[in-house]
């Protein structure tokens, strides 16, 4: 039920493959989960259809309430339990969607194109975490700090809180952390920037999930050579903390909320 | 299935307990939630502070609250930032900004760090600082 938005206005910075790894690491406990995708370029429909996995395109299904969003998901899901909602021409109906999605699923995972719009605003002000996908090189901090300005501005304006969290993706694996990761982590714990414990690391099993149209659990696709994925034991490591995290943070805002 | 190669769980009826130890879902079972409307609302205004247009045929379903972005407190030379999407918008603000790359520096540390009202424009501040001054610098750090 809870909707994770995964947001940096920093085009690449990982945030397709953070919602994929989530999504995937739901499903693996049992949990259905919509992806609302806000990104023209659609790489969740396309890793979607390739794979068979139902898609619904917002703008040829128009749904006038969230009943109506609710049953072309149910209708279109059937066994599957995941389904990708492609809302990126409208940032109205995609509350529709939102509400219709939150009835059928356990999470949404929303995930925005890399620049800033309204989608995303409208999105992430009805987020239950927006996650800041955030590859620790100097100019991407930049960045960071625009999408948090964003949600500032939402917080202040409807004097209500926005649970978010940065998210370190594509840090160099192993024990050796580089200086500029170092330092800007500090900057942002310095400042009170809120970050996850968990690292999605650079690994090529995350480069895989698009290349074989899969989720983390498909892999490796066949045993023959060509499939073989390096890094998928640390991928699976990551994924797991970062849903254990994620979870724990969304529990512990139910609790307080309650 | 592979976790489970000599069939217990069928010889148990299917009740034999899941060894799996994922994470318990129970807590965030599909439940239909309703849209905070004031946040919609908010987030609309704060879209268009920031010069965003809908790209929605429909109209809101709330009308939203009137934006006052704060105008940004300018010193020195000033550079104007325009903004354009889709063939509209204009100026959205000023910002004190010089050719001298440590006040670039510091504009950017403290507008990641300290300053929430100036980090909306950074990413147009680096663009127009390139564009009237060249390349940024090359130990260009926060
Ligand atoms: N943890 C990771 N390890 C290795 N490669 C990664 C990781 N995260 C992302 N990548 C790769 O980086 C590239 C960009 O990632 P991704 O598409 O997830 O970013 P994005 O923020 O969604 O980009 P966009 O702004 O274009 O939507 C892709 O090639 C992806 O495979
Ligand atoms: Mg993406």
Redesign the pocket.
């Known amino acids: 039920m809870p909707t994770v938005v995964v947001a940096?206005t920093k085009?690449?910075?990982?945030?397709?493959?953070?919602a994929l790894v989530f999504a995937g690491e739901i499903v693996a406990a049992g949990g259905k989960v919509v992806i609302l995708e806000g990104?023209p370029?659609r790489?969740m429909a396309r890793w979607a259809t390739r794979r068979g996995t139902p898609v619904i395109e917002a703008n040829k299904t128009k749904v006038g309430s969230a009943a109506d969003a609710e049953g072309e998901i149910r209708t279109i899901a059937g066994e599957s339990r995941i389904v990708v909602i492609t809302t990126d021409n409208d940032d109205e109906a995609v509350f529709d969607w939102i509400e219709g999605a939150s009835a059928w699923s356990h999470f949404i995972v929303a995930?925005p194109?890399?620049s800033p719009n309204q989608w995303l605003n409208s999105v992430a002000s009805q987020a239950d975490l927006v996650l800041i996908?955030f590859a620790p090189t100097t100019l991407d901090a930049n960045q960071v700090a625009r999408t948090i300005q964003v949600i500032r501005h939402i917080e202040k304006m409807a004097r209500k809180t926005v649970l978010h969290r940065i998210l370190v993706?594509?840090a160099s694996p192993g024990a050796v952390v580089t200086r500029d990761e170092r330092e800007i982590r500090e900057n942002l714990a310095k400042n009170g920037l809120p970050l996850m414990t968990t690292t999605?690391?650079?690994?090529?099993a995350?480069?895989a999930l698009?290349k074989f149209d899969a989720l983390l659990s498909d892999l490796p696709v066949s045993q023959a050579p060509e499939h073989q994925v390096n890094g998928l034991a640390g991928a699976r490591a990551d994924a797991k903390a970062l849903s254990e995290e994620i979870l724990t943070l969304l529990t512990q805002a139910q609790e307080q909320a309650a | 299935m592979s976790n489970d190669p000599f069939g217990f769980d069928e010889l148990a009826g299917g009740t034999a307990p899941k060894v799996d130890t994922g994470p318990d879902l129970s807590r965030f079972a599909p439940k239909a939630k309703t849209i905070d409307v004031e946040k919609a609302a908010a987030a609309k205004a704060a879209g268009e502070a920031h010069g965003f247009h809908s790209r929605s045929p429909r109209q809101p379903r709330e009308p939203a609250p009137p934006a006052r972005p704060e105008p940004p407190k300018a010193k020195g030379k000033r550079l104007v930032i325009g903004r354009r999407r889709r063939g509209e918008g204009g100026d959205i603000g000023q910002l004190s900004l010089t050719g001298d790359p440590e006040v670039l520096k510091e504009f950017v540390r403290r507008a990641t760090f300290e300053r929430a009202t100036y980090v909306g424009f950074l990413g147009q501040m680096l663009e127009l600082w390139e564009r009237e001054h060249g390349k940024l610098p090359d130990d260009f750090e926060i």
Do not use: A, Q, V, Y
């Open positions: 940096n085009g690449g910075s990982g945030k397709t493959t953070t990104d370029n790489p995930d194109e890399g996908p993706t594509k999605l690391h650079d690994r090529p995350f480069r698009f």
